[in-house]
Every structure is written in structure tokens, then in C-alpha cells.
């Protein structure tokens, strides 16, 4: 729909109001572009002013941050962009920058003399859409307006997906995703962001300009209450109407949420599939998993889903997992930190998440499912995806697929003789195929969901599994899966040293992880609630996930037979677990039961690690769900995490079919990096 | 002609604050901006810089008698004086700035006020010479300052 020169063809987009002629420069854009900017330094400011004035720009300077905001306030549609120095003696630059992202949505851009990379991320994590090292220069400043036109875009895209949100998730995203990448962001997100651009036209612009939907700075409590809106709701119900409701902040919109959702979801799955490490990012978590799989693979999925189902992760608990798997365990800024990684995740991770990728994210089922259980879904949605994106891995179908088929059982069942069937070399094959964790989903969904998701990559124990973004979370239901299999051959080699590390040590398959795992999960225990825990937990996963189950799972697996009796033993894990099934829909549950039982077997390894998991699993959980939604799961590979091998190859493919739709959209995110943009930083 | 001798020792008085590096590429950026519209332009922004920046110069002074120094608070305004050098492109009291900058940093009180004090004389030298500059270019007229150097 083009906005066509904003006649108002667009319903949302209101001519845009500064370059229309009723501006008195119609059409001369960027000439008559309003700015604002706000120094303090009255040389500096002179000089700015002139500098804008050369460039045909209609510039308003004002030296104090206050006196900027009333201006902007009285004046809601005066200006198209703001200038702001970082230092300011009444207010802080970045304050001022909240308050005008959060109040007039217009896109600031922000000033120093001082380039330091922590002030730049700053700026970037806050939401500038650029960031200028002063003495700026006019070439600096004459393409400033790009920045406006790009967030016209963008909210002119977001008016458009309002309707539909679920599909315009992408859109959405890619929206976001061109917001964001003025500012200092990834290249994924370019990628996404550049289909965006390509399609500029001035008659967008037009239409856009004017629909000032206020930019929403997703700051620390906006999150909060966005997450606890999520919890509430449950990863699989979190509707953006709803969660508004819920959340109950005035000035938001629909859009706003949603976005932020799609956000949080990718985020939650880059947590569990994407982790720091190169091996988390196979899915570290998915590697333990694996391994267990022989029996508890399809217990670890369900783990994971119980987990994911168990509800509402703190954002502490989820940051702190996140840290974890990423290693990091910064409790800096608690919902910031989710923010901002997540954001960073996205951008980051979006190739790295494996999430599917069979690596193995499965978190450790044990500990990490535990961890999961803590971590609120707030992980879980975005979590989720992430892990749709990135992985798109079996994961996200395992967790669809669980919640699809709800039949824990038949996860199990899945995974088991996936992973009896399967040989280590099939998965890790599958896995990457991207698609292949379809199959498992379901099985693997449920163990995927929490600490695979993020990794839930094929295990093949190979970090890099997280190949297909798309594909992780079907490749974590693969890892599980596969984990039986692989880590069946693996583990005997390996000995499970992972058992022991709490973290979602997804083994990898190929029992390479163990030694990933072990390291990360461990510290997810202390996450800081962001996002990253996944990612961490990813990691460890590889090792941490009850190795000491899927040691002896494999074996099972192995022999194939222990398998069925590991399924049982998820389960009742998850029943242990005292899965909270409200988060999750059918599917959840049934990973999430899975997910229980997962840990409740391991929960003797690690403690620490089921928690790390349980974000991870609630992410998956959550995420799987959501990206039910969002794609019809279409099995697009059936066979995706374990190509032959798998006798369920019916089921799976039944189970793929539904992640079909999955896959496609998946990549979607995994290009993007995911935009941030309400994701306040 | 009387007017060309002024113009040409104009350039070469310009020529020659580029040369020894009291000036650098911002400063041309300034030039780039005088216009019609603002024939003085540049003079009038490197007045308003001084003016402003005393402020500063006289808070750092205060701030580096007392004992012992704060050298956050220190930092601060010479992050704002450097902004504003910078901003004008005055390229040696900048370098001083950020010498004086990483003394704070690791907190070098010593330091810090033996480069203030070669900072005050890099300020002061350049606000003669861009003084005589500027005396010059009114008399020569508006449209000779456009050289580019180098």
C-alpha cells in the first residue's frame, strides 16, 4: 500500500505534515526538515544551527533539555528530528532521549565530543537513532534526514501490520529492524532493514511523516510491566491486544506491543539458542539434551517445556539466565539488560542462533529445567522467537509441535526413537538442514523450549548447528532427539562429564560440547535477568543439561530402549516439576510437561541448571507457541532434524508440517537481527 | 595595492595558523559557513567561544585550588571546554585538553595542573592571533578569508 504522497491514501499515515506543502515546502525534502537541537554549548550551538540552516534544514536550538522537551510537548508534530548533545548540565542526554522517544516517537540523534564505545552503545542502547562525535561536520549533518523518513517508514509499516499482527510480525520487525538500523546496529539487521529501504519512496515518507505514532523507549519498567503482562498471559497467549490491556500504559498502541513482543520473542529464543559462545550457539543447551535423549531427550523436551510452561520467568531470573548462557553474568541492569542484549542478541545473534540448529541447546534438562520453571516466560516469548527465528530450528518445532501434538508421550516417544534411530551423524546432518528440527518439535519442543530454543540446534553437537535460524527450535526438538542419538554415541565417548554442570549444557551431540556445556550452564545459575540467559544457558547446555541423565538416557537410547522408560521419566519429571501449564497452551504443555519431567530426573545433576534452563524452556515454550501462531507450521522438513533415521518420519513429518510455515518465517528473523526498536534499551 | 598587500598577508597570517597547528580542519569548516547572510560569521562564533569558554577556564582554576582535586568534577569541564575548542578547531588548546583529560584520568593532580597552565597559554596565544586575524580580514573585506590552506 503505498502511502502515496500521503493524500491521506494510507489511512494511518497522515500526509506527512512537515514536507507537505501545507509546511510551505512541499515535496523539497529534505529541505524544510524541522530540527531541534539541544547543546549547551552555545559555540557549539551557533554553529549547528548554521551548519543546518546551509543544508536548507529549519532548525530550532535551545540550550537547556527542558526547555527542549516543553517545546517538543507543546508542539507534538513541530519537528521531524532531534539533535542532542550527551552532556548537558540540567538533564542527561540520554534522559531526554527517552522522554522523547517515549512521549513524540521523533528519532534523535546524539552528540559528543566524546566517542567512547560505552557512550555510543548507550546511545544506541536508548534508542538514538544516530550518534555524531562532535566537532560534527556539515557532511555529518546532511543526511540527517534519512533518519526521519526511515522511523516514517517504520511506523508507517507498523500501522499497516496493526491489523494483523501476527503475520505482520515480519513486517513488523522489519520495521523495527529499519529503525533501528540508523543506529548503530548490526549488519543483520541491515539485511532486513534494507529490503525495507529499497522500497523507500517519498509518498511513504509522506504518508508516514504525519502518523507520529509515538515511539515507544521500552526503558526498564515498561519492560517490566511488558513482561509481567507476558507472564500473566502466558507465553502462548500473549496477544499484543491483551498484553496492552494488561499492561495498561497510556499512549501505548497494539503496534507498539507487538513489536516489542516480536522483539522479546526473538530475544528469548536468541537466549536459549544463541549464547555467547560459539557452542551455545549451537545450542549448547540442545547438547546435554542430546545426549539424554537416548531416553530423556524426549524427558529434556518436555523438561524444556515445562519449564517454558512453568511460568513466569522473573525478568531477574530470565536476565540472570541469560546471562548465563552468555556467559555473562551481569545483573546490571535487569530488564535492561534483556533489552539491550536483546537487541543485541537479536542483531547479533540472529545468525548465531542456532537455536535450532541442533546444537544442542537443549538445556541441561535437569538444572536448567528447574531454571526454567523460575524464568518467567518473559524469556520465553521472546525466547521463543528468537528461536524461531534463528533456529527456526527444531526447537520451535519441537515446541510446536509438542504443543501441537500435546502429546508428551508421543514426543517422547519421538525423540526417543529419534534418537534411537537416529545415529549421531544423521542428526547433526538434519540439523543443519534447519529444517530438521521440525520433526522433533514436538518432542523436542517441550525440552527445546527452555534451554533449547536457544540451541536448540541439532545438536549436533556441533555449536555451529545453529544453521538454520529458522530451524533451531525444530533442531532442538531434533537435538532432543538427536541427543539421544548423537549423544548416545557421544556421551559413552564423553562420559558425560556435562552431567555434572547445571547449565543447559546442551550436549553437543557429538559430545563435543561437554565441554561447552559444562562451563556455561554453570553460570547461568547466576544470570542477571536479561535475555542472555538463554544464550548462556545455551552454552553450558551443551554440558550442564543433566548430562548425568542423558548420559544414561543414551545409553538407554542406545539400546533403544531405555528410551521409552526415560520418556517416562520426563514426564514425570514434569510432573514434578508442577509444570505451570497456564503459560503454555496444548503445546506447551506438553513440552512443558516434558519439560518437567526432564528435570525433575535431572534435577539431581543441577539445580543451578534446570533454572537456567527453565527460561530457556519457558522461551522455547513460549516461543514455539507464539510461532504457532504467527506460521502455520507446516512441516517444511519433515525430516529435518533426523533425515532417516527417524522411524516417527510420519509423525514428524505431521508434526513439520505444522512448522512448515515455521521455517520461512523463521528466517525472517534470523536475518533481521532482530529490530529492537521497542525494545527500550 | 594597499588592499591586495592585506589580502595577500591575510592568507599568509592564515596559512601560517594552520602551519603551526593552532588551527585545524574545523576551522575551515567555520569559513565554509560564512555566507552573505553571515559575513562575520566566523568571527562571531570564535568570539562567543571565548567569551563562553572564560567561564569555563575560571571554574577549572577554581577547581584545581582546592585540595584535593575532584577530578570528575575536573573532567567534566574539560570535556565541555574541549568540545567547545574543538567545535572552533582550535587544534592545540584540544590536544591540551585531552593531555589534560588522561591526567585526570588517572588522577595525576601534578600533571593536570602543569598542563592547564600550557593550556591557558595555547588559549591565549590563539586568541591574539585570531584577533589580529580577524582585525585584518574586516579591513580586507569579506570575500578573502576563502582560501583553503594546504
Known amino acids: 500500500m503505498n502511502p502515496s504522497n500521503g493524500k491521506g491514501s494510507i489511512s494511518m499515515a497522515s500526509p506527512s505534515a512537515s514536507w507537505r506543502a501545507g509546511d510551505g515546502v512541499p515535496d523539497q525534502f529534505p529541505a524544510g526538515l524541522r530540527v531541534l537541537v539541544v547543546d549547551d554549548d552555545p559555540t557549539c550551538l551557533v554553529i549547528l544551527e548554521k551548519m543546518l540552516r546551509k543544508c536548507l534544514y529549519e532548525v530550532t536550538k535551545c540550550d537547556r533539555a527542558e526547555t527542549a522537551l516543553s517545546l517538543l510537548r507543546e508542539n507534538k508534530n513541530g519537528f521531524d528530528i532531534v539533535i542532542s548533545d550527551v552532556h548537558m548540565p540540567d538533564m542527561d542526554g540520554f534522559k531526554l532521549l527517552e522522554h522523547i522517544g517515549l512521549e513524540m516517537d521523533l528519532p534523535v540523534i546524539m552528540m559528543s565530543a566524546d566517542d567512547g564505545k560505552d557512550v555510543v552503545m548507550k546511545g544506541v542502547t536508548h534508542g538514538a537513532c544516530d550518534y555524531l562525535i562532535k566537532p560534527v561536520r556539515r557532511e555529518a549533518l546532511k543526511n540527517i534526514w534519512q533518519h526521519v523518513v526511515r522511523k516514517r517508514r517504520n511506523e508507517w509499516r507498523d500501522f499497516e501490520q496493526s491489523g494483523s499482527l501476527e503475520e505482520g510480525d515480519r513486517q513488523q520487525k522489519q520495521s523495527d529492524e529499519a529503525d533501528y538500523s540508523s543506529s548503530a546496529n548490526e549488519g543483520n539487521w541491515k539485511n532486513s532493514k534494507k529490503r525495507k529501504d529499497d522500497e523507500e519512496e517519498p509518498e511513504e515518507r509522506d504518508d508516514t511523516s504525519t502518523l507520529k505514532k509515538p515511539r515507544v523507549v521500552w526503558s526498564v519498567e515498561l519492560h517490566q510491566q511488558f513482561v509481567g503482562a507476558v507472564n500473566q498471559l502466558g507465553i502462548d497467549k500473549a496477544v499484543p491486544k491483551k498484553i496492552l490491556e494488561l499492561m495498561n500504559v497510556p499512549g501505548l498502541t497494539r503496534e507498539n506491543v507487538a513489536s516489542h513482543l516480536q522483539k522479546y520473542r526473538l530475544y528469548l529464543r536468541r537466549l536459549s539458542g544463541v549464547s555467547s559462545h560459539p557452542n551455545n550457539l549451537t545450542g549448547s543447551f540442545m547438547n546435554p539434551q542430546e545426549a539424554t535423549f537416548g531416553q530423556l531427550s524426549s524427558l529434556n523436551g518436555l523438561e524444556l517445556q515445562s519449564l517454558a510452561a512453568t511460568g513466569p520467568f522473573t525478568a531477574h531470573s530470565l536476565a540472570t539466565l541469560q546471562a548465563a548462557g552468555l556467559g555473562r553474568s551481569t545483573a546490571k541492569s535487569g530488564i535492561h539488560m534483556p533489552l539491550v542484549d536483546q537487541r543485541n542478541l537479536f542483531s547479533f545473534e540472529n545468525p548465531k542462533l542456532r537455536l535450532g540448529e541442533g546444537q544442542q541447546q537443549l538445556m541441561p534438562s535437569n538444572k536448567q529445567i528447574g531454571l526454567l520453571h523460575g524464568i518467567p516466560t518473559n524469556m520465553e516469548p521472546k525466547q521463543l522467537a528468537n528461536l524461531h527465528h534463528t533456529a527456526q530450528s527444531i526447537g520451535n518445532m519441537n515446541m510446536q509441535v509438542n504443543s501441537q501434538g500435546g502429546q508428551n508421550s508421543q514426543n517422547n516417544s519421538l525423540l526417543m526413537q529419534m534418537a534411537q534411530s537416529q545415529s549421531r551423524g544423521q542428526i547433526p546432518n538434519e540439523m543443519t538442514g534447519g529444517h530438521v528440527p521440525r520433526l522433533p518439535s514436538t518432542i523436542g519442543q517441550p525440552i527445546l523450549t527452555t534451554g533449547i530454543g536457544a540451541n536448540v540446534s541439532p545438536r549436533n553437537g556441533i555449536p555451529e548447528n545453529i544453521r538454520s535460524a529458522g530451524y533451531n527450535p525444530v533442531s532442538q526438538t531434533s537435538s532432543m532427539l538427536n541427543f539421544p542419538m548423537n549423544n548416545a554415541s557421544e556421551l559413552p565417548v564423553n562420559g558425560f562429564p556435562l552431567g555434572s554442570t547445571s547449565g543447559v549444557s546442551s550436549l553437543p551431540s557429538k559430545g563435543s560440547f561437554q565441554p561447552d556445556v559444562n562451563s556455561d550452564i554453570k553460570g547461568s545459575v547466576g544470570f542477571i535477568p536479561s535475555f542472555d540467559i538463554f544464550n548462556d544457558l545455551q552454552q553450558h547446555k551443551s554440558q550442564h543439561w543433566e548430562l548425568d541423565n542423558v548420559g544414561i538416557t543414551f545409553d538407554a537410547s542406545r539400546h533403544s530402549n531405555s528410551a521409552q522408560g526415560s520418556l517416562d521419566l520426563a514426564q514425570s519429571v514434569l510432573a514434578h516439576q508442577g509444570f505451570p501449564s497456564g503459560q503454555m497452551t496444548g503445546q506447551n504443555r506438553n513440552t512443558a510437561t516434558i519439560g518437567n519431567t526432564m528435570f525433575s530426573s535431572n534435577n539431581g545433576t543441577e539445580n543451578g541448571n534446570a533454572q537456567n534452563v527453565s527460561p530457556h524452556l519457558n522461551a522455547l515454550l513460549f516461543d514455539n507457541p507464539i510461532r504457532v501462531k504467527t506460521e502455520t507450521f507446516h512441516d517444511s522438513n519433515p525430516a529435518i532434524i533426523f533425515p532417516e533415521p527417524f522411524g516417527q518420519e510420519d509423525l514428524m513429518s505431521a508434526l513439520l508440517k505444522q512448522q512448515e510455515g515455521m521455517p520461512p518465517a523463521e528466517h525472517e528473523f534470523d536475518i533481521d537481527g532482530y529490530s529492537m526498536d521497542d525494545i527500550s534499551v | ?150
Open chain 2, 1 to 150: 595595492m594597499e588592499r591586495n598587500q592585506q589580502r595577500r598577508q591575510l592568507a599568509v597570517m592564515r596559512q601560517s595558523l594552520f602551519d603551526q597547528e593552532y588551527l585545524d580542519e574545523q576551522f575551515i569548516q567555520l569559513e565554509e559557513l560564512q555566507d552573505d547572510a553571515n559575513p562575520n560569521f566566523v568571527e562571531e562564533v570564535v568570539t562567543l567561544y571565548y567569551r563562553d569558554s572564560a567561564r569555563l577556564i575560571q571554574s577549572i582554576e577554581q577547581a584545581l585550588e582546592k585540595k584535593p582535586l575532584d577530578f570528575s568534577k575536573l573532567d567534566g569541564y574539560m570535556h565541555q571546554f574541549k568540545g567547545s575548542s574543538s567545535s572552533i578547531g582550535a587544534k592545540k588548546v584540544k590536544a591540551e585538553s585531552t593531555l589534560f583529560r588522561e591526567y585526570c584520568r588517572v588522577g595525576n593532580g601534578e600533571g593536570c595542573i602543569r598542563t592547564f597552565q600550557q593550556l591557558k597559554k595555547e588559549y591565549t596565544t590563539l586568541k591574539k592571533k585570531l584577533e589580529a586575524y580577524f582585525q585584518l580580514a574586516r579591513q580586507v573585506g569579506p570575500a578573502e578569508t576563502a582560501c583553503r590552506p594546504k
